[in-house]
T-cell receptor, first 116, second 113 residues
Framework: NAGVTQTPKFRVLKTGQSMTLLCAQDMNHEYMYWYRQDPGMGLRLIHYSVGEGTTAKGEVPDGYNVSRLKKQNFLLGLESAAPSQTSVYFC???????????????FGPGTRLTVT | GNSVTQMEGPVTLSEEAFLTINCTYTATGYPSLFWYVQYPGEGLQLLLKATKADDKGSNKGFEATYRKETTSFHLEKGSVQVSDSAVYFCALSNPQGAQKLVFGQGTRLTINP
C-alpha cells in the first residue's frame, strides 16, 4: 500500500495563478482532510470530507475549494493564489473501525507551495 | 472553542537525557488526545493517543497520561536518542462527527550525541 500520496511535492506560483493539489489514498478511508502548516502555528484544517461527494469547511477555508468526486481522491484548488497562501499543505485520511471511540489520521508527505 | 497549547521550542538535549514536552488543552466534552511526530521532510505520524481520563498512551519509549483535572497531556521519555530529533505536535479531537484534529503549534526537538 502507498498510503496517502500527494501531487505535486513542490510548486511555485505567481500571484493570481490557479492550481490544484491532488491527494490520493489507497486504504478505502471514508474521511479525508486538507491542512496547512505555517511556522509557529501548527496545522490548521482547511476543508474536510466525510464521504464521496461531500465536503465541509474547516478553520481556514477562504481562498480554497475542494472536491471529492471519487472516494480515494480529494482535490484542493486555489483559484487565484495569494502570497498569504505560501505554506506546506498536508492531506490526511482516516476511518473509524466499529466499536472504537476514536481513530487515527494518516498523513501524506506534504506539498510545499510558494506564491510570489 | 477547542485549543491546544504546547511548550515553546526549540528544545535541545543531550543523548540519554530525560524529555518532557508540556501540552495543555481547552475543550468542551471529552476529547481524545494525541501526540504526532514529524521527522524532517516527512508528513506527520501518530506517536501515541489516549481517549479518556487517566489513560496512558505509550509508544517507542514515549508516554503521556490524559489528566482531566489539569487538562494536560505532557509527553515524556526517559532516555532520548539522536533519532528522536523531530517536531512534536499535541492535538485533540472530539469523538463525534468527523473527528477534526486541533493542533498545538509544535515543538522542535534536537538531540545532540
Amino acid at each position: 500500500n502507498a498510503g496517502v500520496t500527494q501531487t505535486p511535492k513542490f510548486r511555485v506560483l505567481k500571484t493570481g495563478q490557479s492550481m490544484t493539489l491532488l491527494c490520493a489514498q489507497d486504504m478505502n478511508h471514508e474521511y479525508m482532510y486538507w491542512y496547512r502548516q505555517d511556522p509557529g502555528m501548527g496545522l490548521r484544517l482547511i476543508h474536510y470530507s466525510v464521504g464521496e461527494g461531500t465536503t465541509a469547511k474547516g478553520e481556514v477555508p477562504d481562498g480554497y475549494n475542494v472536491s471529492r468526486l471519487k472516494k480515494q481522491n480529494f482535490l484542493l484548488g486555489l483559484e487565484s493564489a495569494a502570497p498569504s497562501q505560501t505554506s506546506v499543505y498536508f492531506c490526511a485520511s482516516s476511518h473509524k473501525p466499529a466499536g472504537t471511540r476514536t481513530f487515527e489520521q494518516y498523513f501524506g508527505p506534504g506539498t510545499r507551495l510558494t506564491v510570489t | 472553542g477547542n485549543s491546544v497549547t504546547q511548550m515553546e521550542g526549540p528544545v535541545t538535549l543531550s543523548e540519554e537525557a530525560f524529555l518532557t514536552i508540556n501540552c495543555t488543552y481547552t475543550a468542551t466534552g471529552y476529547p481524545s488526545l494525541f501526540w504526532y511526530v514529524q521527522y524532517p521532510g516527512e508528513g506527520l505520524q501518530l506517536l501515541l493517543k489516549a481517549t479518556k481520563a487517566d489513560d496512558k498512551g505509550s509508544n517507542k519509549g514515549f508516554e503521556a497520561t490524559y489528566r482531566k483535572e489539569t487538562t494536560s497531556f505532557h509527553l515524556e521519555k526517559g532516555s532520548v536518542q539522536v533519532s528522536d530529533s523531530a517536531v512534536y505536535f499535541c492535538a485533540l479531537s472530539n469523538p463525534q462527527g468527523a473527528q477534526k484534529l486541533v493542533f498545538g503549534q509544535g515543538t522542535r526537538l534536537t538531540i545532540n550525541p
